[in-house]
């Protein structure tokens, strides 16, 4: 069955470091690959999406992702974090016949002042 | 902007009784789905929704749940007689087309079973 892993369930960093989040996942077809954000009291909502092309995905707010596929991976990653982007961020992907997305864990993120 | 509303935000309920949770999508959306998540884990599919009948169902979705689109607007879903272990928070979502395409998703309702 597919999952996805999310290897960081809490990351502390201070503003201005340098964010990477990893994300695994297990499938061996193609697949579409998202992250989504859900900021503290608001919905989930899309950061970025790969579904074909550029493996290299910028998405809102400074938010980039690489899709490497013989890694199986697309880690999210911001140059300088900012303390407005304290939140969880969710890996999904979905298989590209299916409707369903299937989530990792999720990592809180924390960026203190 | 539009978005996902559901309602209600909250419901609590006894072991057993039925309980009907609401979701509005976006308007021009022709996919709907269902996910939960349980307090501490991971977000889970329930079902999807297109056409006015269920396109895909996980394990999860067994006889006791079911899903409406009693109207134009409104796309409920039912727990008939719920368990402990339906507690979770329940996320509706809508999207334009499948696969590659962004699923918004609303608030989500807390669900506690007592």
């Known amino acids: 069955a597919q999952s996805v892993s999310q290897h960081n369930h809490h990351v502390i960093l201070s503003e201005a470091a340098s964010l990477e989040l990893g994300c695994n996942y297990s499938?061996?077809?193609?697949?579409?690959l998202f992250w989504y954000v859900q900021y503290p009291g608001q919905h989930l909502q899309l950061l970025l999406k790969?579904?074909?092309?550029d493996p290299l995905v910028k998405g809102i707010k400074g938010f980039e992702a690489e899709f490497i596929k013989s890694k199986f991976s697309f880690n999210l990653r911001k140059p300088s974090v900012q303390w407005s982007d304290t939140a969880e961020y969710f890996c999904?992907?979905?298989?590209?016949?299916?409707?369903?997305?299937?989530w990792g864990a999720g990592t809180k993120l924390i960026i203190k002042p | 902007e539009p978005e996902v509303t559901q309602t209600p935000s909250h419901q609590v309920t006894q072991m057993g009784q039925e309980v009907i949770l609401r979701c509005v999508p976006i308007s021009n959306h022709l996919y709907f789905y269902w996910y939960r998540q349980i307090l501490g884990q991971k977000v889970e599919f329930l079902v999807s929704?297109?056409?006015?009948?269920?396109?895909?169902k996980s394990e999860i979705f067994d006889d006791q749940f079911s899903v409406e689109r009693p109207d134009g607007s409104n796309f409920t879903l039912k727990i008939r007689s719920t368990k402990l272990e339906d507690s979770a928070m329940y996320f509706c979502a809508s999207s334009k087309d499948r696969g590659m395409d962004e699923q918004f998703f609303g608030p989500g309702t807390r669900l506690t079973v007592l």
């Open positions: 790969y579904f074909s092309g």
């Open positions: 499938y061996g077809g193609t697949v579409n």
């Open positions: 999904a992907v979905n298989e590209d016949s299916n409707y369903q997305l299937i």
């Open positions: 929704f297109y056409n006015n009948e269920i396109s895909e």
